[in-house]
């Protein structure tokens, strides 16, 4: 049988990639895929930048590798200078999308956006996740940093692996590992949801500190990573 480990959305919080970096040695898991955005909002883009690329057979472009690798916003110099030219060049070029088989399952991975127009949740209505899922069984996808899985109409799955560094309602590292095989299609498809708790309050400090050398809104991502509630636009 083989195990997975489908990750996502460190962004770039080094302590929580740290005790994901530590379950997966446990557990003997030596495939990974990352679902993009490695970097980004945190203060450790680099770190985390580099131990997905050192660590992870697959990786996908999320909205902030697009978003940082084509310098489509303004007050993202500090990840421009952190990361170098050498990653920044890398970051448009990651794909947006990974299929393959497990257990005779066609499995589709995107990040979520810039793919799709919005972070969504599994609990979206079906008909937003049909499109998604044709011609494949399994649709797994991060972007909403909310861990979940849901059974579609038709036996269809819809996977959020959550956020390793920025895990929202449950401010914990998430992640998902598939098991099955590769050549026995009768096999079957284990799923795990899997959630560890980390040291919250080092990485909001890490933000904090930041801040010092210039990352923009570390303020909030620290409160995000304290409390597990976004931040960013907090409804009034």
């Not at 740290?18 to 450790?44: H, T, W």
């Not at 999320?62 to 890398?90: C, H, R």
């Not at 909001?204 to 801040?211: C, I």
Request: aromatic share 8%; with cysteine.
């Amino acid at each position: 049988m083989k195990q997975i480990a489908i990750v996502a959305d460190m962004h770039g919080n080094w302590p929580a990639t740290r005790v994901l970096a530590a379950d997966l040695k446990r557990r003997g898991i030596g495939e990974i895929y990352c679902l993009g955005d490695m970097i980004g909002k945190g203060p450790s883009s680099k770190d985390t930048m580099r131990w997905t690329l050192e660590n992870c057979q697959v990786i996908l472009r999320g909205n902030w590798e697009e978003g940082i690798g084509l310098k489509q916003y303004k007050n993202d110099e500090f990840y421009y200078e952190q990361l170098g030219e050498e990653y920044m060049a890398m970051l448009p070029e990651f794909p947006m999308e990974h299929c393959f088989i497990l257990s005779g399952r066609r499995i589709r991975m995107i990040h979520g956006r810039p793919l799709l127009s919005d972070a969504v949740g599994v609990h979206r209505e079906e008909s937003y996740f049909q499109p998604l899922l044709e011609n494949h069984d399994v649709l797994i996808y991060a972007d909403a940093h909310k861990i979940g899985m849901r059974l579609l109409t038709g036996g269809k799955m819809v996977i959020n692996c959550g956020s390793v560094g920025n895990g929202l309602n449950l401010n914990m590292v998430q992640y998902a590992i598939l098991t099955g095989d590769e050549r026995d299609a009768s096999a079957p498809l284990d799923v795990n949801l899997i959630t560890i708790p980390y040291d919250n309050r080092q990485a909001a400090q890490d933000a904090l500190d930041a801040e010092k050398q210039g990352l923009v809104k570390g303020d909030l991502f620290a409160k995000e990573v304290l409390t597990g509630v976004y931040a960013r636009h907090p409804k009034k």
